[in-house]
Every structure is written in structure tokens, then in C-alpha cells.
């Protein structure tokens, strides 16, 4: 049956929604809660900076002119649902004055302050693309499971009912049909018996009085000689 073909593969896909649908949670409660540790670090390590290399806001807002990286997006498909994917691509367009920040004092302290930074950014980015991907396997799934239950519930129960229905009405008119066709031949048979012994009791009394005809009309005597 076709609903039934048709509930077992959308079970199927419900199923590795699930599956992926609960391993993207683990990882967004994971990247949350490494998060925290790098915002932590981060923002403390400007502080560090800062103290070694004085005030940077300034001097970064001025060097940092263009992106040195870009969010890519790309597509994700599990099965038949297509997720958003985000990925950190490094431009590589960082500029020679950024480069000199810090030169005159406290500069490990600005890469340490920069290699925080970028970790923190990576796991945001990571971040993002993890929710915005399980909203999108959520709302997949749910419809996902509607129809499932629709089918199981309600599409699949009414096919069999129909079906019950049909089987039933169909082993009713066969049961009509071969008693009706024990009568046929049974009135037949009654039919061809009656006939029959009309006919055995008909040419019994036929041969009977042929005979008492042919007896009463016969006279040897009277027949004259025949001469060859």
C-alpha cells in the first residue's frame, strides 16, 4: 500500500532528524558553555593589552580598514531538509599598521588579545550557524512528524477501514452468487428429472399401443400367394 510505503520513509527521515536534531543540541549547549570561558578570556585579555600597550580602540579603529574575514554561507542537506551553514573564510587582508600595534611595547600581549578574539569570533560564528540550522531541522521536523502522525492515525486507519469494507461487501456478493447458483442448479436438475421421467413414462405407453395397432391390423391369411 502506498500510504503505508509512504508512512515508513517519513518515519525514516523522522528518525534521522531526531538523531541529528539531538546531536546539534549537545553541540550548541557545548559551544555555549565554551563560549562563556572565551568571552571571558577574551575581553580580559584586552584588559592585559591595554595595560601593556596602552589605550588601543583608537589605533585599531584607524588600521583595521577592511574585513580580514567573511562569513560564507552554504547549504546543508539532511535528509531532504536544507540547512544553513556558516563558515569563517580569513581574507588574509590584514594591514602593515595593525601589524605595528603594539610594536613599541606590550605586543604579545595584543596577539594574545587578537588570537582570543578570533577563537571567540569562530565559536560565534559556529554558534550562529548551529541555531540557525536547528531552527530550521525544528520546523522540518515538526511537519515532519505531523504528517507522520496523520498518516498513522488517520490516512492509514481509513485506507483499512475502506478496504475492510470493500473485502467484506465483495465476500457477501460471492456468497450470494453461489447460492444463487446452488438454486439455478439445483431447479435445473429438478427441471431435467422431471423431463426426464415424462419422457421414459411417455415412450412407454407409445411403444405399447404401436404395438396393439400393428398386432390388430396384421392378417396372414388374407395375403394372396406371390408367385416370383
Known amino acids: 500500500m502506498g500510504a503505508q510505503k509512504g508512512f515508513e520513509l517519513l518515519k525514516k527521515k523522522a528518525d534521522a532528524l531526531k538523531v541529528r536534531f539531538r546531536d546539534m543540541t549537545k553541540q550548541i549547549y557545548a559551544t555555549k558553555m565554551a563560549m562563556a570561558e572565551q568571552a571571558g578570556g577574551a575581553f580580559f585579555s584586552v584588559t592585559q593589552a591595554e595595560y601593556a600597550a596602552g589605550k588601543l ?16 554561507s552554504k547549504i546543508e542537506n539532511v535528509a531532504g531538509v536544507k540547512m544553513p551553514v556558516f563558515d569563517l573564510i580569513e581574507t588574509g587582508s590584514a594591514s602593515e599598521a595593525k601589524r605595528s600595534i603594539g610594536l613599541g611595547g606590550g605586543n604579545k600581549q595584543v596577539k594574545a588579545c587578537e588570537e582570543k578574539f578570533t577563537e571567540f569570533l569562530r565559536s560565534l560564528v559556529k554558534l550562529a550557524s548551529l541555531q540557525t540550522s536547528f531552527v530550521t531541522l525544528d520546523e522540518a521536523l515538526k511537519v515532519t512528524n505531523r504528517r ?15 478496504i475492510a469494507y ?8 460471492e456468497r450470494e452468487d453461489f447460492t444463487r447458483l446452488k438454486m439455478v442448479k439445483a431447479k435445473k436438475e429438478a427441471t431435467l428429472a422431471a423431463e426426464e421421467a415424462e419422457k421414459k413414462a411417455m415412450g412407454f405407453t407409445g411403444r405399447e399401443a404401436v404395438d396393439d395397432d400393428i398386432m390388430a391390423g396384421f392378417d396372414a391369411g388374407a395375403d394372396e400367394d406371390v408367385v416370383f
Do not use: G, S
Not at 507522520?148 to 488517520?154: I, K, R, T, Y
Not at 470493500?166 to 456478493?173: F, I, M
Open 148 to 162: 507522520v502522525n496523520a498518516l498513522e492515525n488517520v490516512t492509514i486507519p481509513r485506507i483499512e477501514d475502506i
Open 166 to 173: 470493500v473485502t467484506r461487501e465483495l465476500d457477501e456478493l
Open 57 to 72: 580602540t583608537h589605533k585599531v579603529a584607524e588600521t583595521c580598514t577592511t574585513a580580514e574575514f567573511r562569513v560564507q
